[in-house]
């Protein structure tokens, strides 16, 4: 290990050597910086002002290219496949395309960008955008993050779209946005939320509580974005991970707060499986019909009783019948037909289950359309 280690700092060490590097404070029309990448694809540039576009084209060569300090003046356009790129304290006065790029890993930490940014259908291994800051538009559609997207203490002041992208990993801790991001909980939450919680759990006491505290803020705030965004399934997803969250860590074990959360989440798990109950109802009809076919308790109460045949779905359907309460459904208990005494309670249990579930199936309809609130 030790070894390894070492002989990656000597790998660092030498690509770092024979890198060339530009800090004299100067500035440089764009054309003479892809003059000089062109002829050297390792460049580290430094503390100077670039006054005009920056047009890395498709064929160009990069290896591994850096900026540091840099203010851009003109536009920023990259694309095709390419190695590392790094930019760090660096300023876009103007708009900064990477549409259709591939480079190794991508790192725009610290940067502030004063006018569009155009991301779209990048592929990468590694995104970061930390403590970066957006003055306007920003899209990020289709794009491709084979590993993390950090977007740790970024701050969107304009509309941002992430349609589309797959992302392995995201850090979104301290993000800010005054606009809605577009995103579906299906591209990042269960990745997202399982990482949070192995980093929220790793300490004890009071600074498990806190972070677990920042976990419960960061729920809240997407499912405010999905709210407003009018995602449904997605507020209620991210509904759900909050109230699992206060069940399991914030909310005293075996108290009333907690029996209730397990209780309203037993029928559709807070309106995120909103069919559970009908198909629960379906199964217990069925379950109740197979009993009655199998016991066959039926006694004829009327000479002229109609023929309980087939016998399988005569029993089914008075299954239905006891089931649904209120609607006499099939009308088959109309036909001269009483369970035996001895099964009354059988009809007693299917009619309590049957008015539970139809309760429970109202108030997961009524969950899909409301949340609820603690």
Not at 2 to 12: G, H, I, L, N, Q
Not at 243 to 267: C, D, F, H, Q, V
């Given at each position: ?21 530009i800090d004299d404070n100067r500035d440089y029309l764009g054309t003479q910086i892809a003059d000089i990448i062109e002829a050297d694809p ?310 309590v289950l049957g008015l539970t579930t139809s309760v429970l199936a109202a108030y997961s ?10």
């Open positions: 290990m030790e070894t390894a280690v070492r002989a990656d700092k000597r790998s660092t060490r030498d690509r770092n050597a024979t890198m060339k590097i390792s460049v580290t540039v430094k503390n100077i002002r670039i006054t005009s576009d920056l047009d890395i084209s498709y064929e160009t060569p990069v290896h591994d290219l850096r900026f540091e300090g840099v203010q851009f003046l003109g536009r920023v356009n990259i694309g095709g496949e390419k190695g590392d790129l790094s930019f760090c304290d660096v300023t876009f006065e103007k708009d900064v395309d990477l549409y259709l790029s591939r480079p190794g890993e991508l790192d725009f930490s610290t940067c502030e960008f004063k006018s569009t940014a155009n991301f779209h259908s990048i592929e990468t291994t590694s995104f970061s955008l930390n403590k970066s800051r957006f003055r306007d538009h920003c899209v990020f559609v289709n794009m491709k993050v084979k590993e993390l997207l950090n977007l740790a203490d970024t701050v969107f002041e304009k509309s941002v779209d992430f349609s589309g992208a797959q992302i392995g990993e995201m850090n979104v801790t301290r993000l800010r946005s005054s606009d809605p991001i577009q995103i579906r909980w299906s591209q990042f939450g269960c990745a997202w939320i399982s990482e949070f919680y192995s980093w929220a759990l790793a300490p004890d006491g009071a600074e498990r509580v806190s972070r677990l505290r920042q976990l419960e803020s960061a729920l809240e705030f997407w499912k405010r974005n999905f709210a407003t965004l009018g995602q449904r399934r997605d507020e209620l997803e991210a509904n759900y991970e909050v109230m699992r969250l206060r069940r399991n860590y914030l909310t005293r074990k075996y108290g009333p707060r907690w029996w209730a959360s397990i209780l309203l989440e037993i029928p559709s798990r807070y309106g995120t499986r909103p069919f559970r109950p009908i198909m629960l109802g379906v199964f217990m009809i069925f379950l109740f019909g197979f009993v009655y076919w199998f016991a066959d308790p039926f006694q004829a109460v009327r000479s002229d009783a109609l023929a309980k045949k087939p016998l399988f779905l005569f029993s089914l359907l008075y299954s239905l019948d006891s089931f649904v309460p209120v609607v006499n459904v099939a009308g088959v208990k109309d036909w001269g037909w009483v369970v035996a005494n001895e099964y009354r309670w059988l009809v007693l249990i299917e009619r309809i009524s969950q899909t359309f409301s949340i609820s609130e603690e």
